[in-house]
Each structure stands twice: as C-alpha cells, then as structure tokens.
C-alpha cells in the first residue's frame, strides 16, 4: 500500500477529503493517504512542499502559483473548488474603521509572507486604486494571532474566508466592513512534480476518488447540519456557503490558467508570464 501524505487548511472546503478517508475509499484503492491540517495557511504548505514534508496539497491558487514562479518544483493538476473564495475584510469590533478606503496605509495581518491573506491585499489594494508600496503588514502566522494582533493595535486589519471568521464577528470580537473575492478559482491540487512523475496511476486513480466525492458532496443528507456541527457555524451561514461553493473535478484549461497569469501579473503577485505546460500537468 502506497503512503502518500497530503495537506491542506482546516477549513469546510476539506471536508470531502476526511470523508473519503473515513470511509475507507483510498485504503480500498490501495492508497494510505496521511491527511494534515495546516492553519498557517498557503505560505506554510508552500514551504512544506519545497522541503518534501509532503507529496500533494490542497492550496490557494494565487499562493502556488507566485510559489512555483519562484522556483517551488511542484505542479497543478486540477481545480479543486472552482468558485471564488470570499475574502472578508475584518477589522476589530471597537477600531474606528467604517469603511475599506480607511485602511488605506493601515497594517494588514497577515498568516504569513506568500499566502493568502498577504496576496489578497494586493488585490484589495488594486480595487481600491491604492499603490501597492501602500500597503504594510503584520505577521500573525494564525486566526488566533489575528485575533491578538487586532486587538492589541498591533495590526489594523485581517483578511481572511467570511465564513470561516463569522464566529468572531458574531461573538463581537471582530467587525466585517467588505468582502473582496478572488478574481480566480480558489483551490488548486497541486503535487510535488518528482513525486506525480513516479506515482501518475497513482495520483490519477487518488483523484478520481476525490472528484467522486466532491461531485455528490452537496447531496450527501444533512451535510448542512454536519459542517454546522463540525466548524461552530450557524446552519444558514454554512447554508449559504454551500450554496455559493462549486467543487471542480477537472484540470484547469490553457485558457483559464492564461487569465489567471494576466490577473496575477495586473495585481503585483507574479511579475512575469508562466508556461501553462510547465505548470498544469
């Protein structure tokens, strides 16, 4: 049986994956898929991979693509969720920003340099026609530190997915003032390309049984109620998460992926154009 370890963020978008395992689908196909949660998001996994501390992930694609643009040797093999992950915009319930033109040149929190919550203040900025040099940060490696940094004024705003925060802004510890979605699909599976090239048959059959799940997640009876359950959400939030939430089960197209490029570039995340071939195998 082949042990193949695989990440990705602690979040509703991977339940599918603990499902699958759960019920044995991968151990029957002869896969000893190891799954590990990593809270520090998509710049942490970005670095997990370059180290070989695992052989796939579950990541932001705007995070693995600046990553392998800086030299990370690892390869997108398909769209994981295809819609856009919706960014919201926090900042502390008792700070006196009303609005997103009052952060202008305020201090953003950020996980970690390279992921998301960095990258997505560019695009932020971009909306807003600020200059990116405009933009500073804090890093805070988690939600917790977030939550800290904000409240101790050390950082001046968080972003980060509106429905994975909804519990702190309904215990009143944070404030959202805006939600900025990403401009792309969010979620790519990606894989460290020595190990794909080793183990293809492998990784194609793991893939099929994900997108298997993914393609009747939605039906699966009472999975509002578990999400609820599982990440301390209010059911008609998690109602309208699943409502908004498309998972993909394909590879992405030459063309998706040059727009993608074209947005990267525009917002100051890549500076020059990738090979789609070099990237998406």
Request: net charge negative.
């Amino acid at each position: 049986m082949k042990t193949t370890r695989i990440i990705g963020v602690p979040e509703h978008f991977n339940l599918p994956w603990q499902l699958t395992i759960d019920e044995g689908m991968f151990h029957q196909a002869g896969i000893n898929l190891q799954w590990t949660d990593v809270p520090e998001g998509t710049g942490k996994m970005c670095e997990m991979l370059r180290n070989n501390e695992t052989d796939l992930a579950v990541i932001l694609t705007e995070g693995i693509i600046k990553d392998i643009a800086n030299g990370n040797e690892s390869v997108i093999l398909q769209t994981y969720v295809k819609s856009p992950l919706q960014w919201g915009i926090h900042v502390h319930a008792e700070s006196p920003y009303k609005h997103i033109t009052d952060l202008f040149g305020k201090t953003a929190a950020i996980s970690r340099y390279g992921s998301g919550s960095e990258l997505m203040t560019y695009v932020n900025a971009s909306n807003q026609q600020w200059a990116f040099d405009s933009v500073k940060f804090e890093v805070v490696h988690t939600i917790d530190g977030a939550v800290e940094a904000l409240s101790n004024n050390k950082a001046d705003y968080f972003m980060w997915d509106r429905f994975m925060t909804q519990p702190i802004v309904d215990q009143g510890i944070f404030r959202r003032i805006g939600v900025c979605p990403t401009p792309w699909p969010c979620f790519m599976i990606v894989a460290r390309k020595d190990f794909y090239t080793q183990n293809k048959a492998m990784v194609d059959n793991l893939l099929s049984i994900i997108n298997q799940t993914t393609s009747e997640f939605k039906m699966i009876p009472s999975i509002d109620k578990t999400l609820a359950s599982v990440f301390n959400q209010e059911l008609a939030d998690i109602q309208q998460w699943l409502q908004i939430t498309q998972w993909s089960q394909k590879k992405m197209t030459e063309s998706q992926f040059n727009t993608i490029i074209s947005d990267l570039i525009k917002f100051n995340i890549i500076t020059k154009p990738l090979a789609y071939n070099d990237v998406v195998l």
